[in-house]
């Protein structure tokens, strides 16, 4: 495509124009989400899925690809918000469901599927003494930081702005009108001396410090070893725990982000990809703390769920571990995440366009900005409607990334596809270079 050197052109028109292709390029995702207002606030039940004018409306999936309403295919690089690690279609994933779902589904008691996902927990991740399962991300973390309550009898909780733990637990760009009401102390994250002082401060009622070691939709941005450093000495000296909310991370190494690091959180939270792609949570950590739920110990803390166990999600999670996503696979695709990422940035620095890729592994976002990203809150140093630009130009060409520019690896992904990613992106940095910020 040329250069476009018009007058009054700029993000803002550029963004205008291509939702308008986007429309006219989609008319049955335009109907079925006129349909979908009828009964949803917006046509709308998860929000970080919408984005103007409409979400283009998938009808099915198969390894790394999706296919729309309107018969267009893609490459799938939003791959569930990290969730989609096993593509849509692995048949080891499909057969344990099919399985399970032969023996009878909703069966009301434990099964031994629990025990044996717990103890691929215990064996891939050196945090995880005890374990306990979830129905998502945002319970185990809200059950994560009501246990670190009750155990240390304190009040008082710290996040670091900008941060995403949750629909309930959120402290960034969508808001925190929903959040459930705990005392929080906000840091800055990587802020060394700030967050010391904080904890510090508040030691004698702190219950916990909660933090992803790499934020996953704040920006993909690393917490520096000497952060994470300070944060356990600090934590243990005011007598509170330090969570780790590795329910995105936890697919960066074969034991997370924390057993690639040798750092011992007290409670690590998981979800995601962990169930297989069906719904899934988990909290787990030192016995000592989680040991408080044993319900044959007098005054054991209750925790239930009806789905907690169920065979369905258990199933898919051990076939996933188990026999895909070994620790094997895990370092592959880590590393081949680590190869995109250079090639992006290779890419912007050759267009000698201001950004850059930032990340861990198969976890990574473009910022279109030259500015120092050191704290999740950092990511709003590029405008909305730039990361929708890339957005719909990545979409144009048959890729299907987050809005928020995040782009994620899957295991079925080769290098086809990974090859294909980075032409359609050098493609469209340069049909927007002439308003994109410049190096
Ligand atoms: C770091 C982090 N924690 C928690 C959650 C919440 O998980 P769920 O969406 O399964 O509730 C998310 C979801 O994106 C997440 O990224």
């Known amino acids: 495509m040329p250069d476009d050197m018009r007058q009054n052109y700029d993000v803002a028109a550029a963004l205008a124009e291509a939702e308008a292709r986007f429309a006219e390029a989609n008319p049955k995702s335009g109907a079925a989400y006129a349909d979908?207002?009828?009964g949803m606030p917006g046509g709308n039940t998860r929000?970080?899925?919408f984005y103007p004018p409409y979400p283009l409306m998938l009808a099915r999936g198969e390894?790394?690809?999706l296919f729309d309403l309107d018969g267009h295919a893609y490459v799938d690089f939003q791959v569930e918000q990290t969730a989609g690690i096993y593509g849509h279609s692995e048949a080891k994933?499909?057969?344990?469901v099919r399985a399970a779902m032969s023996e009878g589904i909703t069966l009301g008691g434990p099964t031994v599927?629990?025990?044996r996902l717990a103890s691929l927990f215990q064996s891939r991740f050196p945090a995880v003494e005890l374990v306990r399962f979830t129905n998502s991300g945002t319970e185990a973390n809200l059950l994560a930081l009501a246990t670190a309550r009750a155990v240390t009898g304190r009040e008082k909780l710290i996040g670091f702005k900008g941060s995403y733990h949750g629909s309930v637990i959120s402290f960034g760009p969508y808001g925190n009108s929903l959040n459930v009401p705990f005392p929080w102390t906000f840091c800055r994250y990587n802020d060394i001396e700030g967050a010391r002082a904080a904890i510090r401060e508040i030691a004698q009622d702190l219950a916990a410090v909660i933090l992803e070691p790499m934020t996953g939709s704040g920006g993909c941005i690393r917490a520096t070893p000497e952060f994470i450093a300070m944060l356990r000495e600090e934590t243990e000296k005011a007598g509170a725990l330090l969570m780790f909310d590795e329910v995105m991370?936890?697919?960066l190494s074969p034991?997370?982000?924390h057993g690639a690091w040798g750092v011992k959180p007290d409670i690590v939270t998981f979800g995601k990809y962990l169930g297989g792609g069906l719904t899934f949570g988990a909290f787990g950590g030192k016995a000592?703390?989680?040991?408080?739920?044993?319900?044959?110990?007098?005054?054991a803390l209750a925790h239930a769920g009806t789905f907690n166990n169920n065979v369905l999600t258990l199933a898919a999670a051990i076939a996933g571990l188990e026999e895909v996503y070994t620790p094997a696979a895990a370092t592959k695709l880590n590393a081949a995440g680590d190869a995109l990422r250079e090639r992006l940035n290779g890419v912007l620095k050759a267009a000698g366009v201001a950004g850059q890729v930032t990340g861990i592994g198969s976890m990574m976002m473009v910022h279109l900005t030259g500015e120092a990203l050191t704290s999740p809150e950092d990511s709003g140093k590029v405008s909305p409607d730039l990361r929708g630009l890339l957005h719909m130009a990545m979409i144009e060409r048959g890729y299907y990334m987050a809005r928020r520019n995040m782009i994620v690896l899957s295991l079925p992904m080769t290098a086809v596809e990974i090859d294909g990613l980075v032409g359609a992106f050098e493609d469209a940095i340069r049909q927007y270079r002439d308003i994109l910020p410049r190096a």
């Open 36 to 38: 979908a207002c009828r």
């Open 47 to 49: 929000t970080v899925l």
């Open 63 to 65: 390894g790394c690809r």
């Open 93 to 96: 994933i499909l057969d344990a």
């Open 113 to 115: 599927r629990e025990a």
């Open 249 to 251: 991370t936890s697919r």
């Open 255 to 257: 034991g997370g982000l």
């Open 288 to 299: 000592a703390i989680m040991e408080r739920f044993d319900p044959r110990r007098p005054g």
